[in-house]
């Protein structure tokens, strides 16, 4: 995990320690919060490349 995505991710994370168990626990509900915005996010990025390119097609612009 690089650095970037640690720090992305902090919101998401709840550290529960229960006794002894110092093994960090994730909610259900952060998860599916964190997995959503990691969808869009990606979404966003593949559709922003293909209208890129798109575009410069359009323009008569684009040079592979």
Do not use: W
């Not at 995505?5 to 229960?18: D, W, Y």
């Not at 990691?38 to 966003?44: G, M």
């Amino acid at each position: 995990m690089t650095l970037e995505l640690a720090e992305f991710g902090k919101p998401f994370i709840t550290s529960i320690v229960n006794g002894s168990d110092i093994v960090p626990t994730l909610s259900a509900c952060s998860v599916h919060d964190f997995i959503d915005i990691i969808v869009e996010v990606t979404t966003y990025n593949i559709l922003s490349k293909y209208l890129f390119v798109l575009v410069r097609l359009i323009s008569h612009d684009y040079m592979p």
